[in-house]
């Protein structure tokens, strides 16, 4: 049982106060590769002493040489670190695929995405400022963005390298420090990244690591009072827990909690155009991706058109390890094999209108086939609940109104596109349809680190990426001086 890959730092260790500690209770997990299903290493078991621990850090590091850092000097650190990421991404690519079971190439992007993030937030740290507020005579009045102070970041197991940095890139840009608490089903990237932010030159403490259970660590850190902040990526109920917790110390929380989003095909749409990104937003990595785009809505007049389209596209679809980078790897673990299973086994009552075949695959490993199911009414639960696998469906619409009731019909509003080539109708979708990113004729504009993202209804609240994030990251003083 060991890692088949050169790790330069150890996964049972927790990175606390700038020193790589055992958990204090001496626990560990198992370690499983998801595309053979093998354990092939431990990783740390963290408790609430070891959050304890790195709370108390970093709120001695927040204190520290990182407050009397200016802003161009945090934003230098993150470019450095930015640098570091990219002279790794092919080793960071390798550790993620292994872990999470995407294939290589889709790792490859996640860990291009963590470099990018540090550049944009390293470059964004000194330009982020206040106002002066025109007011009574005698008055000068201007705003001061502060940090909050220590930061719990929770982040789910997807695209670790991604939501890292988006979150903390975020966090450290305007001053905070931070405690993350990486998801126990693959949590090698954030000790990676955390070992090169130490490299890149990062105070001690100001990013403490903690891998761990969610019920013990990660619950461990949303309760925690010494927090100022928390951001959570993950399923709405165990979000709902993190926004209690929350409550009860009074801090703010961004919460991103998935989706069931849309992709609106009209009749005058681009079909050619539109096919990779109909179905690559459905099957890519293998559709554990909070904005997939898993219900397909399309105009009756080019639905059985589209359907055969598509139905070719699943069946040249490739499945395989991780490293065999193909089109479609496992999924994360048994447990979510078995939730996907399970909405497979509710659609036996629908008409599947393709499905990718699987071949030869490593016996132990999470696959699923890539299902298209058609004929699909917008009340049934493959069309309501988020799957979080290569699942979609397809629903006709008739008008415009019809298209509009059915893609806002359900508790989510994460992303949604619209497939059309009348300016006018694009503009109305737009405002009519509910959600926190709309893409016309594209679908996620190449997830550009730029773009503010976050949901609506039950997607959550608050946003994450762009400049928007360092909004959130930072609380607001007025300053009002009466010199008459
Ligand atoms: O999520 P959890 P799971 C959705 C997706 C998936 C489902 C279940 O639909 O099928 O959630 O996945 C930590 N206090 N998404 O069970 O439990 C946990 O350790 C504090 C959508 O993995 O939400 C991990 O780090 N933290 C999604 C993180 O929360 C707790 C991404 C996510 O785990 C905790 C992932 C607790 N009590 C799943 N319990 C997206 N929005 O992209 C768990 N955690």
Known sequence: MSIDLPLWFDPAKC?????????????????????????????????????????????????????????????????RLGQLVTERVDELARIEALDVGKPLKQARADAVALARYCEFYGGA?????????????????????????????????????????????????????????????????????????????????????????????????TAHPGIHHISFTGSVGTGVMVQEAAAKNVIPVTLELGGKSPQIVFDDADLDAAL?????????????????????????????????????????????????????????S???????????????DLEIAAQAHMGALPDGGYYVPPTLFSGVKSDHALAQSEIFGPVQVVIPFDDEDQAVAIANGTDYGLVASIWSQNGARQMRMARKVRAGQIFINNYGAGGGVELPFGGMGKSGHGREKGFEAMYGFTTLKTVAAFHG
């Not at 206040?130 to 005698?138: R, S, V």
């Not at 990595?285 to 105009?299: D, E, F, K, M, P």
Request: charged share 15%.
């Open 15 to 79: 990175l606390i106060g700038g020193h790589w500690v055992a958990p204090a209770q001496g626990g560990t997990l198992p370690l499983y590769d998801p595309s053979t299903g093998a354990q092939i290493g431990e990783i740390a078991r963290g408790t609430g002493d070891d959050i304890d621990a790195a709370v108390s850090a970093a709120e001695a590091a927040r204190h520290g040489e990182w407050a009397r850092l200016s802003a161009a000097e945090r934003g230098r650190i993150l470019l």
């Open 276 to 332: 990779p990104f109909l179905v690559n937003a459905g099957i890519q990595n293998c559709g554990q991706t909070c904005s997939a785009s898993s219900r397909i809505l399309v105009h009756r007049s080019v639905h059985d058109r589209l359907l055969d389209m598509m139905a070719a596209r699943y069946a040249a679809l490739r499945i395989g390890p991780a490293m065999d980078d193909l089109d479609v790897g496992p999924l994360i």
């Open 125 to 221: 740290a000194d330009k982020l400022m206040g106002e002066t507020i025109p007011y009574l005579d005698g008055y000068t009045v201007y705003t001061l963005r502060e940090p909050h102070g220590v930061t719990g970041h929770i982040v789910p197991w997807n695209y670790p390298m991604q939501i890292i940095g988006r979150s903390v890139g975020a966090a450290l840009a305007t001053g905070n420090t931070c405690v993350l608490k990486p998801a126990e089903d693959a949590c090698l990237t954030a000790l990676a990244f955390a070992d090169l932010a130490k490299a890149a030159g990062l105070p001690d403490g100001v990013l403490n690591v903690v891998p761990g259970l969610g019920a013990e660590a990660g619950a461990a850190l």
């Open 334 to 348: 048994a447990k979510q094999k078995g939730i996907v299973s399970g909405y497979l086994d509710q659609g036996a």
